[in-house]
């Protein structure tokens, strides 16, 4: 089947190139070859090889050739087809499981093994979940495949301490639920009469960590009913057979199976293939591995008794029909009772009574003795089933996984298989029904939806033509027309309603369907096979004729109803069976639905829950109905085939493709196997997966590109891409472990690198910093020896301080002359050095200074020369007069009067004091280059030799006296405002510099010659000039203030160009002759 071959997993070691991928074929086959023993090569284990896929004897003749060679499995793809070989043929040892781990298919022969393998891989690989449909009809070997499965996946599974409880709870609960569902039929020694599925859980690193058992519809009626030649449940004969003495002392039993009703209407307690004493202590040893307590496990085999017990009680009718306990089984009554926990009373009127509503009140109505066989069977049936129930709820308990992080899983489903007996009631038509179902999931998975996927993929295909079921699923469950409808309505109808109504009713609905009849509805031929109130249905796997009798009853299941009222009404009765009828009282839904309804919605739950997996398929054969080895019945088993659908399926394989996926999936998955595609295909998928296939070389005849998906042929194909893959993933992740580990190695360099800079820099630093310490110790040194004369211990310090100092002199060396504040102190070592610095620097400046000059500055300056020369130090408002600049002269048009001498050199005003009065008078002086002349209105008053002059001039005010050798008329006493311009001037001119002097005190001057004035000073609030009481020339000055100037007729102006002008700078002129 195509489906079923998707993403198988491979490993390996294989080049995505052609012609290594047929050299790899060729290895495997050579491989195989000489793996196989000749008894392997017997046939062709893949019918998909087969010649004449088409003759279905060449199927037959490949399956019973190799059937007799005790090769029991063949590939159909991979579906895998098992005939039953009724014998142990030692293909299930540990060393098998270990050959088959991690192989792909078609490497070893077909084994179940194998398929397990694949999907155990595939799940962990792709992470989703997986289910094995394990179909076939009765004792065609379902139940021997799931155990199997579950065995390897124990055995082959990585393990650990705690998860061996978990595997072996998982193998250990078959023994259990196979001992209370699994009974001996004809068909099958160990035939299941419940349908199981069985999740078993993984987690991510593939180990088994819990399981989760859903079962199916027991077969409930086997507890009271076999017909000839069956068994009861197993559990039953195990234990009467096998329990302890004091168990079944305490049961009440005895080790006879001859004396339980229940045991022995199938007349063959005993059954050769069995052993019950060995299976009961399986099952006792299962129990306590899946933690049913020794209090439940009594509790469980004291219910399984009084069943037996049950069994046993016999009715009577009384005279009025009534029925009664029979006398002799009355005691048998006791034993159930005391197991059950239920009141005597209670138990008897339930057994002989039916409770009835009537309005507000309950009548108890007594039954007849049919009946109450009837009540005591349902009752039997009832306990049974609950019984069950709780078993599985307890084994599910035990498999439990609780973490709640995400597993995946894979699906076992087993169950029951499809069946004909002589005669079938309603748990036959629930058993088909049952496989009818699985059937046409099988052909929708497969044949059905493959070809329809095809056609939408526009794919070129034959159609291949199969019988589709649905017809008869439709028969059985559609709504209002369906059997199980019909059914329901008979149980569930008001009036006299009974099985024959149900088959009237049925004949009426459903009469002209191609797949039912009746005796009624058939014709003359058939009508001879039928009864009346029988039916039939065209199964998928053959006719089966079902008898009406007990249908509705089954359905109902009626004494349940009973049974819920009395433990209703007297719980605490049941006590010791607590947790089984606990279990059944909580049981939801039941007593609500008919038991047809139950299992059809139970069915549409596992359809659902097998469709949400990917399916693995065994299609289980059976080789004949005696249960012999080595007989190969051509008839039953080319039925089988046919009705499996087995040569369509192969048909489909042959003609299809064994695997087909989305193109983005497709891409996704193996896109590292092409340089184009990885690691992002930029186009669309389709073309991509086209450029990878080319790339992979795929021959055109292998493959198909549909609108959305590929589909490949052959299975080689997509095993030699896998290995590819795997080869590939093994390349990438070596790349991303050397890129990792390149990225590790390059940050631990870096690191190195960094550590290797910090460790240089740190060396660096602590070098710098010995270094500083030197330089700072000797620097510390020699600043301590900086007095000293040089030596080694401060001669550096000396140097950086000479430096230092010149740096810093250079730096901040005075702008002009000046600017005297300026030149910076030098250290003690540098001060000679910085005197003769500053020196040469002054020089410097001195010389800019006299190249810039003018010749009338130099003139000018020439004269503040000469001025500093005679008053510098002496004369107090000297420096004050320093900044005011001489003038040539100061009278040229100031006054408006022309100076009458001759090239007159200087001119000021003057005031002059009277010898005599000391009356002061202004006069004019004016300095010619032979003589000054004393000038009053361009007279001259008075000429004054410069070859005889003498001058004082007072120290405190601009006072002179000019006393002249030549002079008749006495010395001068003169004051002006141009003092020190004027007294240079005349110094210049007269050539008398070492004439003038600056006097302290008094000067005496010559009022003429012989007689002797004073000009007396003395400081006051005022300037005044005046002639003192003895006759001297009193002034009286200010003391001396840079803000202000002394008007000579009193008053302090502040300084102005007029004021200025009278401004009292007195100085005598003397005119007498010493
Ligand atoms: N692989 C096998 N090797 C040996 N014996 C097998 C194998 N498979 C089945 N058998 C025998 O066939 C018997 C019936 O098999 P099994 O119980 O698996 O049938 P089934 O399909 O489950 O039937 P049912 O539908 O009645 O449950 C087994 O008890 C066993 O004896
Ligand atoms: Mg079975």
């Known amino acids: ?278 299976d009961w202590r399986t099952v006792r040893k299962a129990l306590s591995v899946i933690e049913i307590s020794e209090a439940d496990t009594e509790h469980l085999f004291g219910v399984i008794a009084s069943v037996l017990h049950l069994g046993n009680i016999r009715f009577e009718a009384d005279a009025r029909g009534y029925a009664t306990l029979n006398t002799l089984t009355s005691s048998v009554l006791v034993s159930p009772v005391q197991l059950l926990g239920v009141h005597v009373q209670v138990l008897r009127e339930g057994l002989t009574h ?165 005796h009624k509805l058939a014709d003359q031929k058939t009508r001879k096979t039928l009864e009346r109130g029988d039916f039939r249905l065209l199964h998928y796997a053959g006719e089966v004729t079902y008898c009406v009798v007990g249908f509705l009853d089954k359905n109902n299941d009626l004494l349940y109803k009973n049974i819920k009222d009395v433990s209703a009404l007297n719980p605490s009765a049941l006590l010791p069976c607590g947790a089984v009828f606990g279990y059944m009282l909580q049981s939801p839904g039941l007593g609500f639905l008919q038991v047809a309804t139950q299992f059809k919605s139970s069915l549409a739950g596992l359809t659902e829950i097998l469709m949400s997996k990917e399916p693995w398929y065994v299609r289980c054969l059976k080789p004949n109905n005696s249960k012999q080895s080595g007989c190969f019945d051509d008839v039953l088993v080319r039925h089988q085939v046919k009705y499996l659908g087995l040569m369509e399926h192969l048909r489909v394989r042959r003609a299809g493709f064994a695997y087909r996926r989305r193109f983005e999936v497709f891409l996704q998955r193996y896109k590292a196997l092409c340089p184009d595609t990885w690691p992002h295909w930029k186009g669309k998928p389709a073309d991509g997966v086209q450029r990878l296939v080319i790339h992979l070389g795929y021959r055109p005849d292998e493959y198909k590109m549909g609108r959305t998906k590929i589909f490949i042929r052959h299975p080689r194909t997509l095993f030699a891409t896998e290995d590819a893959f795997e080869m590939c993933k093994h390349k990438l992740a070596t790349r991303i472990q050397a890129k990792y580990r390149g990225y590790r190695v390059k940050g631990a360099f870096h690191r190195q690198r960094d550590a290797c800079w910090r460790g240089m820099q740190a060396r660096k630093e602590r070098e710098r910093r010995t270094w500083a310490v030197k330089v700072i110790k000797r620097f510390i040194k020699g600043f301590m020896n900086r007095n000293q004369p040089v030596c080694v211990d401060n001669a550096e310090y000396l140097t950086f301080v000479r430096q230092n100092y010149l740096i810093r002199l250079k730096e901040n060396l005075p702008k002009n002359l000046l600017d005297k504040n300026t030149w910076l102190t030098p250290p003690p070592i540098m001060q000679e050095a910085s005197r003769i610095l500053h020196q040469l620097y002054v020089r410097l400046l001195v010389r800019k200074y006299v190249r810039g000059l003018s010749a009338q500055r130099k003139a000018q300056l020439q004269l503040k020369s000469l001025t500093s020369a005679l008053f510098k130090g002496k004369k107090e408002s000297y420096p004050q007069s320093v900044s005011k600049p001489f003038v040539g002269t100061r009278l040229e048009g100031e006054d408006g009067s022309p100076v009458r001498c001759k090239a007159p050199q200087y001119s000021v005003l003057v005031v002059k004091y009277d010898r005599n009065g000391f009356r002061p008078r202004q006069r004019q002086l004016v300095l010619t280059q032979a003589a000054a002349y004393l000038v009053e209105e361009a007279k001259i008053k008075q000429r004054v030799e410069y070859g005889s002059l003498k001058g004082w001039l007072s120290l405190t005010v601009e006072l002179c006296v000019l006393s002249c050798s030549v002079c008749p008329q006495g010395d001068l006493v003169l004051q002006c405002d141009h003092l020190f311009e004027l007294v240079t001037k005349l110094s210049m001119l007269a050539n008398k510099a070492s004439a003038i002097k600056v006097v302290q005190g008094s000067i005496r001057f010559d009022i003429h010659p012989g007689k002797e004035g004073f000009v007396d000073f003395r400081s006051g609030q005022e300037t005044m000039v005046y002639r003192a009481k003895n006759g001297h020339l009193m002034v009286v000055s200010v003391p001396y203030c840079n803000s202000a100037t002394i008007n000579a007729f009193g008053g302090v102006h502040r300084p102005s160009r007029h004021i200025q002008y009278y401004n009292a700078n007195m100085f005598t002129i003397p005119m007498s002759t010493h």
């Open 1 to 278: 089947d195509a489906r079923e071959i998707r993403r198988v997993p491979t490993c390996g070691e294989i080049s995505i190139k052609k012609h290594y991928l047929e050299a790899r074929c060729n290895r495997i086959l050579v491989d195989m070859e000489g793996a196989l023993t000749a008894r392997d090569r017997v046939g062709i284990q893949d019918f998909v090889l087969l010649d004449s896929y088409t003759s279905e004897s060449a199927f037959l003749d490949n399956l019973r050739k190799r059937f007799h060679e005790n090769l029991i499995y063949t590939y159909i793809g991979t579906l895998l087809v098992s005939v039953n070989p009724y014998k142990e043929l030692g293909i299930y040892t540990k060393k098998q499981m270990d050959i088959y781990m991690g192989v792909n298919f078609f490497e070893l022969p077909p084994h179940i093994y194998a398929l397990s393998d694949n999907a155990y891989r595939t799940m962990l690989m792709e992470n989703n979940n997986h289910v094995i449909l394990i179909s076939g009809e009765s004792g065609a070997g379902k139940t021997e495949s799931s155990k199997k499965i579950l065995q390897f996946y124990a055995v082959s599974c990585p393990r650990t301490s705690l998860l061996d409880n978990v595997r072996d709870r998982l193998l250990l609960s078959n023994p259990v639920l196979e001992a209370f569902g699994n009974a001996k039929t004809l068909k099958n020694d160990n035939s299941s009469r419940f349908g199981k599925y069985m999740d078993i859980q993984f987690d991510f690193q593939g180990e088994a960590v819990g399981g989760h058992i859903l079962s199916y519809l027991l077969e409930k009626s086997r507890v009271v009913h076999q017909n000839h030649g069956e068994r009861n449940f197993h559990i039953f004969y195990q234990l009467v057979e096998g329990a302890e003495d004091g168990l079944l002392r305490w049961l009440g039993l005895e080790r006879n199976c001859q004396l339980y009703r229940y045991l022995v209407q199938g007349q063959c307690a005993k059954v050769s293939s069995i052993s019950d004493k060995t």
């Open 354 to 518: 039916r409770k009835i509503e009537a309005r507000a009140e309950e009548v108890l109505s007594p039954l007849t003795a049919e009946h109450a066989i009837y009540a005591r069977d349902a009752l039997a049936k009832a306990i049974y089933g609950r019984t069950f129930a709780w078993l599985v709820n307890k084994t599910n308990e035990s498999l439990a996984n609780k973490d709640s992080t995400r597993k995946t899983v894979i699906g076992l489903l087993d169950i029951y298989g499809f069946e004909v007996f002589h005669v079938n009631s309603f748990e036959q038509f629930c058993i088909n029904y049952c496989n009818e179902k699985l059937q046409q999931l099988f052909i929708q998975l497969t044949l059905k939806s493959e070809q329809e996927e095809y056609e939408a993929e526009g794919i070129e295909w034959e159609a291949v033509p199969f019988f589709n079921n649905k017809i008869i699923c439709d028969l059985v469950e559609e709504k209002h027309r369906g059997i199980i409808s019909v059914l329901d309505e008979e149980c569930l109808r008001p009036g006299e309603a009974s099985d024959l109504t149900f088959l009237e009713k049925l004949e009426e609905k459903l009469g002209g369907h191609p797949h039912f009849v009746t």
